[in-house]
């Protein structure tokens, strides 16, 4: 199994800033995508950044002021917010889709797994 944690939420002031770390771990042989959504009180879970192996995209939001990059060696992902505002407050999820090593059946399927998410809160 593949397990994905999120670290680096907290409060942040408007127009300050604030990295979020995400780290896959497990069995995986390879990992084809890893990203951030987000889930503000009443709204539904929307993208906020995903990266592949060649491309990144953003939410209409947040272009511009978050930036998404990967270590590959590190199966880990982050995402930089700068100058965030209050209605950036939400639930950040990361997401990590992939394949692993199925040993026990010689195969290797994909996985599609989420964190259990990281609280953002920006005020002053």
């Known amino acids: 199994q593949v397990h994905v944690v999120e670290s680096g939420g907290g409060l942040v002031q408007p127009g300050g800033s604030l990295r979020l770390s995400c780290a896959a771990s497990?069995?995986?042989?390879?990992?084809?995508?890893m990203g951030w959504y987000r889930q503000a009180p009443g709204k539904q879970r929307e993208l906020v950044a995903v990266?592949?192996?060649?491309?990144?995209k953003y939410g209409d939001s947040v272009k511009g002021r978050f930036t998404i990059s990967r270590d590959n060696a590190k199966n880990t992902v982050y995402l930089e917010m700068n100058s965030p505002e209050p209605e950036n407050t939400a639930v950040y999820y990361c997401n990590a889709r992939g394949s692993f090593y199925d040993t026990r059946h010689g195969r290797e399927p994909d996985f599609d797994s989420w964190g259990q998410g990281t609280q953002v809160t920006v005020s002053s």
């Open positions: 990266i592949t192996t060649g491309s990144t």
């Open positions: 497990g069995s995986i042989s390879s990992i084809y995508a």
